[in-house]
């Protein structure tokens, strides 16, 4: 089926969620709670089409006066003072209503048409429809309303208040052809605006509730992660990437499987970080563009950990081979990170990715439980893309291999599994690196001691051997 035209609303990522746009000549309601968002939006949309030197009529009826609106406005930087009065034209209903709905539709209809406006934003429409003599007339209002707008190539948006989904539903909202429904949700301590759209005919929006930001710059949409994510049928990659580490390497054939994603688990202070920048390292070695992305040290404090070590990321980063990102863990939104993610690696050609502590991402989705879908789509992502992930995994040592990450076994979300524990050997206590799990790949299957100095990992060639045991302290 062909989509039909549609305008675009000029908010960043909000066209594909609604699957393209606002349907050309449809009329959109979008509704919310008090301090949701609602005219905001609107008026986002208007001043975008006003940019496009398109025409708008803003019709106001008992929402709030005309000058308020502008002050309002005026803290956004979409909004232009400069298209007041001319490609967007105010209208306040208050008069029109003391006589009749009809009175209102004909005089929105008229003003449209001098106006030769493409789009009517109707602003708090209920405060038109309480003025309704019977319980059918907003309904037959808006039908009205959007039937001569419609003829007149108008796309109308409506505010509305609705205090559920539910309210979407009303008789009288059954006229529209799409509902866009704002909402602020507590997630834990955490305050998520989302967005949903309910519906739109004929369009073919993404489902779901998806995150959204209201700041200076107005509303900022962030698609739902597994929403956006196509299942696709993609053939193995036989190439191998290396890991930076040398005996590592041999352990896994040469290095994992390209387009794969490997969990690095063990306790805090285990080394996880190290080996993370090894890989990293190793590819910005070979000119392959890297993204480190992490949520406990920034990157300043990752380069001064890293030179510790007697690794230079700050000449990678320079050379434009690596990207470090930092991601504050309090109040995180895991879909905006998402976002960020998918857009550097399309930009960027990322090669190497790597996530430090993804337990930061987990708990913000537990609340929701989305983690583990969101996780899942995460990992398609990097296979589509060839992306060869890397991410660590704090784990508590007194769970042993026992490992389950947002409600599920690693097994079903990770390709590759190394995990890192404390080994006591002969008396002596000692890191050790074992892999279990590669799902396109042999590997040696033993568990291998190293050492943390100043040049790192250094990881044994040659397994344990021997009485060892291992040991479920803390670091």
Not at 424 to 443: C, E, P, T
């Amino acid at each position: 089926m062909e989509r039909p035209a549609s305008v675009a609303t000029g908010v960043p990522q909000l066209d594909l969620i609604l699957g393209g746009g606002v349907v050309q000549n449809s009329l959109m309601l979008i509704g919310g709670v008090a301090g949701s968002g609602k005219t905001v939006l609107a008026a986002q949309i208007a001043c975008a089409a006003a940019d496009r030197d398109e025409r708008v009529l803003f019709v106001t009826a008992f929402s709030e006066p005309h000058n308020k609106l502008i002050t309002n406005l005026q803290s956004f930087r979409f909004f232009s003072q400069s298209h007041i009065g001319g490609r967007i034209k105010l209208l306040n209903l208050q008069h029109q209503l003391s006589t009749s709905l009809d009175e209102a539709a004909d005089t929105i209809v008229r003003e449209a048409r001098e106006h030769k406006a493409r789009i009517v934003v109707l602003d708090g429409i209920q405060g038109i429809l309480i003025t309704a003599n019977s319980r059918s007339a907003p309904h037959q209002f808006l039908y009205d309303l959007s039937a001569k707008l419609n003829l007149l190539n108008v796309t109308t948006l409506v505010t509305y208040d609705l205090s559920s989904i539910i309210d979407a539903n009303r008789s009288e909202l059954t006229a529209v052809d799409g509902v866009i429904a704002l909402n602020q949700e507590m997630v834990g301590d955490q305050v998520i605006r989302t967005l949903q759209v309910v519906k739109q005919r004929g369009a073919n929006p993404l489902l779901g509730k998806h995150s959204f930001t209201l700041t200076d710059e107005g509303v900022i949409c962030y698609p739902r992660q597994e929403s956006v994510i196509t299942v696709k049928d993609i053939a193995l990659s036989d190439q191998r990437v290396s890991l930076g580490i040398a005996a590592l390497d041999t352990m896994v054939e040469g290095g994992v499987n390209q387009g794969t994603s490997t969990i690095v688990a063990g306790a805090e202070g285990i080394g996880k970080t190290l080996i993370a920048l090894h890989y990293v390292l190793a590819g910005a070695a070979k000119n392959e563009p890297a993204l480190l992305i992490t949520f406990s040290e920034t990157p300043q404090q990752m380069i001064a950990k890293a030179k510790l070590f007697g690794m230079d990321l700050q000449s990678a980063v320079d050379a434009g081979s690596l990207i470090l990102r930092y991601y504050p863990p309090v109040e995180l939104n895991a879909d905006i990170v998402a976002l960020e993610l998918r857009t550097l690696i399309a930009e960027k050609k990322i090669q190497r990715l790597v996530i430090d502590g993804i337990g930061d991402m987990e708990r913000p989705l537990m609340d929701r439980g989305r983690a583990s879908s969101f996780f899942a789509s995460l990992v398609t992502f990097f296979r589509i893309q060839q992306v060869t992930a890397l991410i660590t995994l704090e784990i508590d040592p007194i769970i042993g291999r026992d490992l389950s990450f947002a409600g599920k076994n690693l097994s079903a979300l990770a390709d590759n599994i190394f995990f890192l524990e404390h080994v006591d050997v002969n008396a002596q206590q000692l890191f050790s690196l074992i892999v279990l799990k590669m799902r396109y790949s042999a590997h040696d299957r033993l568990p291998h001691t190293y050492t943390i100095d100043s040049t790192g990992i250094n990881l044994s060639a040659t397994p344990l051997d021997g009485d060892y045991t291992f040991s479920r302290r803390k670091a």
